[in-house]
């Protein structure tokens, strides 16, 4: 099945600075690509997905890069704020119908003020 | 998006019991879930929910531990039976709309100590 390896498990920047975080998939089945945040006690929100048929996606202050030959994606979040504190987690998905989705191990993020 | 409710929102319960957790939903959807969060750690699968049939369970996962119906496209329930202070965690149900649809979104989740 599926793997999914996320790095790095926690990350501090300055506010103002810019955030990346790295995933690796296993399974070259996959295309679509998901992340989403978690704030401390609420549920997880999808923030910008991307499929295999799109290299780069970008949502005002959040872009997200896929490299299908080298099974890897990445989420660039510029101009961190307070309010971008928070556990991010990538996915990855057969898609095509198929909805199991398979989780990254989170990615803590801290901006400091 | 949709709307997802969650019942129980948390519940503490004594080892040995079971709890049923209900996921609603404000209109149909494709596919519904059900995902367990440990403390500190990520979503793991439990089972896909299935209308009208058995729910497709994941490896590490068994019927008998976790009952899940699904009467209708809108509501299911998870059983968490048999309790031990291992299945404390997080509970989330999630969902698709739209057949194809891979977007999951999820619900505020059912948090349980059991002690």
């Known amino acids: 099945g599926e793997n999914v390896e996320q790095h790095p498990s926690t990350l501090s920047v300055q506010e103002g600075d810019s955030a990346v975080i790295k995933c690796t998939y296993s399974?070259?089945?996959?295309?679509?690509f998901p992340w989403y945040k978690q704030e401390l006690g609420k549920r997880p929100q999808l923030i910008i997905d991307?499929?295999?048929?799109?290299g780069e996606k970008k949502d005002q202050r959040i872009a997200v890069t896929l490299n299908k030959t080298a099974k890897h994606f990445s989420l660039h979040i510029t101009e961190t704020q307070p309010e971008d504190s928070a556990v991010y987690f990538c996915?990855?998905?057969?898609?095509?119908?198929?909805?199991?989705?398979?989780f990254g191990t989170g990615t803590k993020l801290q901006v400091i003020p | 998006s949709a709307v997802i409710s969650q019942k129980p929102s948390r519940d503490i319960c004594q080892r040995g019991t079971s709890l049923t957790i209900q996921c609603q939903v404000d209109?149909?959807?494709?596919?519904m879930f059900w995902y367990r969060q440990q403390p500190g750690q990520s979503l793991t699968l439990i089972a896909t929910?299935?209308?009208?049939?058995?729910?497709?369970?994941e490896s590490g996962f068994v019927i008998d531990k976790f009952p899940i119906s699904r009467p209708n496209l809108t509501f299911s329930t998870l059983t968490v039976s048999n309790m031990s202070p291992e299945d404390s965690s997080i509970y989330l149900c999630?969902?698709?709309?739209?057949?194809?649809?891979?977007?999951?979104?999820f619900g505020p989740g059912t948090r349980l100590l059991v002690l």
């Open positions: 999630s969902v698709t709309r739209g057949q194809g649809s891979e977007t999951q979104y």
């Open positions: 399974d070259s089945a996959s295309n679509y």
């Open positions: 991307i499929r295999s048929n799109v």
């Open positions: 996915a990855a998905s057969p898609g095509r119908g198929y909805q199991k989705v398979t």
């Open positions: 209109s149909q959807v494709t596919m």
């Open positions: 929910a299935n209308q009208g049939s058995e729910a497709t369970y």
